[in-house]
Structures are given as C-alpha cells and as structure tokens.
C-alpha cells in the first residue's frame, strides 16, 4: 500500500470506498500529465531547432524545454481560452531565454580565455587583460574566502596550475610538476583540477543567481 493511500485510510471519516475512488481519479490526472508531455516533447524539439542561442548547448535547450513543458502541464488552465500548445510554446520559450541569459552571465563571469587558461595553463595575466575588473574580482573572491569550500590539496592543486599565488609560483606548472611536488599521478592531479574547478563553476552561479 501506498503512502499517500496509507495516509488518505487513516483519516477516520473517509470511508475506504471514497479514498480508493480519490486515488483512481488522482492516478487518471497523472497518466493524462503524462500523455500530454509525451505526445508534445515533439514540440521542445521542433523549438530548439529553429532558435540559435549562441553558448548553449542543444542538449541544455532541450532539458529546459522539457522542465517547462512539464510545468506548463501542472499550470495549464483550460478556462482561460487558449490551446495548450499556444500556452506551452510561451513556457518553452521564455525557458530558452532564462537559459540563454543564464548562460550570458557564465560566460562573462568566466570568459572563453579564462577556461582556455584552466585547461592549457597559459598565463593568467592573459585571462587579467581581457576579463573586466569586477568579473575577475567575483572569481578571487570564491577563491581568498574559498566560498567553494575546497580542499587544502585542491587550492594547492589550482595555485600551481593557474600561479595563482605569484610570490610562489611565477609561471603555472604542468600537471605532471604539480603531481611531482604533491607526489601524486598526473592523472589524479587532473581529476583534482577537474573537480576544483567545478566547485567554483557551482558556487558562481548561484552567486549570479542571487545577485
């Protein structure tokens, strides 16, 4: 037995009969919600292929789309005179434009070049030259207060590859010097490097989320 039907029985002035009937009806609404979403996933396809969001990927247009989609169905109300379609379209698109804005703020946050930085180790001065004073302020401040609450050995890890810490490390080292000098794999100091960086990348977007 379920625990929505558990729940709806222990309830002493339902009979038995009237909460087996509730749960018919709520087990029809979401098989119909489901119907729905399925026979117009064509519809989130059919939108993605005719938008180009520049810096979004077609698989992320296609989750958004889907998330409303899916949303769409749970606030859809038939009374207001219009098809569900016409209603769903407005969903999915204004969801393609949260997820292209959302994806503008990222990439100003953390430029082309500062990404080409993190994986090639080419200086930083050069992500210091193009990146604007507030955006590269935002990232030093992640990392001074380690808001992304890393590691000692991956703040080692991210100061040799990337020379954040100039007095120390004039030029950034390859992956096989930083695991020389932490006596670890290259491989294992590129996982650490890997999931450095996306403590920051998840700790920036809420940030942006917030402000």
Same mark, same amino acid.
């Given at each position: 037995?379920?625990?929505?039907? /558990?729940?709806?029985?222990?309830?002493a002035?339902?009979?038995?009969?009237?909460?087996?009937?509730?749960?018919?009806?709520?087990?029809?609404?979401?098989?119909?919600?489901?119907?729905?979403?399925?026979?117009?996933?064509?519809?989130?396809?059919s939108?993605?292929?005719?938008v180009?969001?520049?810096?979004?990927e077609?698989?992320?247009?296609?989750?958004?789309?889907?998330?409303?989609?899916?949303?769409?169905?749970?606030?859809?109300?038939?009374?207001?005179?219009?098809?569900?379609?016409?209603?769903?379209?407005?969903?999915?698109s204004?969801?393609?434009?949260?997820?292209?804005?959302?994806?503008?703020?990222?990439?100003?946050?953390?430029?082309?070049?500062?990404?080409?930085?993190?994986?090639?180790?080419?200086?930083?001065?050069?992500?210091?030259e193009?990146?604007?004073?507030?955006?590269?302020?935002?990232?030093?401040?992640?990392?001074? =207060?380690?808001?992304? =609450?890393?590691?000692?050995?991956?703040?080692?890890?991210?100061?040799?590859?990337?020379?954040?810490?100039? /007095?120390?490390?004039?030029?950034?080292?390859?992956?096989?010097?930083?695991?020389?000098?932490? =006596?670890?794999?290259?491989?294992?100091?590129? /996982?650490?490097?890997k999931?450095?960086?996306?403590?920051?990348?998840?700790?920036?977007?809420?940030?942006?989320?917030?402000?």
């Open positions: 037995m379920g625990q929505i039907q /558990q729940k709806l029985l222990s309830r002035k339902w009979h038995k009969s009237e909460v087996l009937e509730l749960l018919r009806w709520n087990q029809k609404q979401l098989d119909s919600r489901s119907k729905i979403i399925t026979s117009n996933m064509g519809l989130v396809l939108m993605v292929k005719r180009n969001y520049y810096g979004v077609f698989t992320d247009l296609v989750s958004e789309g889907s998330m409303a989609l899916m949303r769409a169905t749970e606030k859809f109300d038939c009374q207001r005179g219009f098809k569900f379609s016409t209603y769903a379209c407005q969903a999915i204004k969801s393609f434009f949260r997820a292209a804005k959302k994806s503008y703020r990222y990439r100003s946050l953390f430029p082309a070049q500062l990404e080409s930085a993190m994986e090639k180790s080419n200086h930083l001065q050069q992500v210091r193009t990146a604007h004073q507030d955006r590269t302020e935002e990232v030093c401040t992640i990392l001074r =207060d380690n808001l992304a =609450d890393l590691s000692a050995t991956e703040q080692s890890v991210l100061e040799m590859r990337f020379s954040l810490n100039n /007095q120390e490390y004039s030029k950034p080292l390859t992956l096989k010097q930083v695991g020389y000098k932490l =006596d670890l794999s290259k491989e294992r100091i590129r /996982q650490i490097q999931c450095a960086l996306a403590k920051i990348r998840q700790v920036a977007e809420k940030r942006m989320i917030l402000s």
